[in-house]
């Protein structure tokens, strides 16, 4: 539910990024298994609970620390590894 409502605008329902958005982020697609080992659980909890920024230091993703609870992040983190090979 809380990936449908903050997340899947940007990253797809799927989770594969090919929304407007997504695209013009260059966001990466979650089935991709390569996209899927190259990060910990660890990376992605810090990357939903900080924010990600891209190289020229703009917010591409906001921090959610604050507003959704560590154990919803960790469920977060449980629906994006759900995607590997869909």
Known sequence: EIFAQ?????HGRDG????????KLG????TDAKVQAAKKDADWEKSITEGVKNDAGKTVM???KGKISPED???????CRAFKGK
């Open 27 to 30: 966001i990466k697609d979650m």
């Open 73 to 79: 992040i960790k469920g977060l983190v449980k629906v």
């Open 62 to 64: 906001q921090p959610s």
């Open 6 to 10: 903050k997340c899947a605008g940007c």
């Open 16 to 23: 594969k990024g090919q929304t407007t958005m997504g695209k």
